[in-house]
């Protein structure tokens, strides 16, 4: 399963962004597809997880309000979206898809897109 | 949810065997055998290297084994390689609502 994702951005504080992650309708017919964040303090941190099939979501809740997950499975593609950026979602944010079964593990990874929020 | 606990770091030298623990609690790493392990190279995504507590996916060595004791997971890397030098992470399952809680990260140095 390849998950092509959308370039770095760098945005102002209280900007907006909507990042993606390309797969194929296959996998979006089949796989649940989640974002990771990843910061240098932080490590790893799950922030969601979509079935695009049904739009079944999880939110951790950490994350819930601050961001949106999405997909269009008629493209194969899945967003996380922020209405209101701040300094402190700056990281890089991978997609990651897992298979239907719950308790899967995510077994196929983007390369990452860089969130850079700064003034 | 709290993130799991690795220690910071683990050092072996080649040929040597390495174990990284990943300690959580009961609704999490004692509760479910769905552990997992990822490798992760810097600049690089996190590899996928060890599902359900012991559970290689194809084309990973057999060096990589994993196990859990009541709230502890291990990963153990035997005959350490040059190659095995980054950063691991486990990450547990804690209920549909909750599906992936990560654990700090250690890096491994071969020396």
């Known amino acids: 399963v390849q998950l092509v994702q959308s370039g770095a951005e760098l945005k102002k504080p209280g900007e907006s962004l909507k990042i993606s992650c390309k797969g194929s309708?296959?996998?979006?017919?089949?796989?649940?597809i989640g974002w990771v964040r990843q910061t240098p303090g932080s490590g790893l941190e799950w922030v969601a997880i979509m079935r695009p099939a049904d739009f079944s979501t999880r939110y951790n809740p950490s994350f819930e309000g601050q961001v949106t997950i999405s997909a269009d499975s008629s493209i194969g593609t899945a967003y996380l979206q922020w209405n209101t950026l701040q300094a402190s979602d700056t990281g890089v944010y991978y997609c990651?898809?897992?298979?239907?079964?719950?308790?899967?593990?995510?077994?196929?990874w983007g390369l990452g897109t860089l969130v850079t929020v700064s003034s | 949810q709290s993130a799991l606990t690795q220690p910071r770091s683990v050092s072996g030298s080649p040929g040597q065997s390495v174990t990284i623990s990943c300690t959580g609690t009961y609704t999490d790493v004692g509760r479910y055998n769905f552990v997992s392990w990822y490798q992760q190279y810097a600049g690089k995504p996190p590899k996928l290297i060890i599902s359900?507590?012991?559970n290689r996916p194809s084309g990973v060595p057999e060096r990589f084994s994993g196990s859990k004791s009541g709230n502890t997971a291990s990963l153990t890397i035997s005959g350490l390689q040059p190659d095995d030098e980054a950063e691991y992470y486990c990450?547990?399952?804690?209920?549909?609502?909750?599906?992936?809680?990560f654990g700090t990260g250690t890096q491994v140095i071969v020396l």
């Open positions: 990651a898809g897992r298979r239907a079964v719950d308790g899967s593990p995510f077994d196929s």
């Open positions: 990450c547990a399952y804690a209920g549909t609502w909750y599906p992936y809680v």
């Open positions: 359900d507590v012991s």
């Open positions: 309708q296959y996998t979006f017919s089949t796989y649940w």
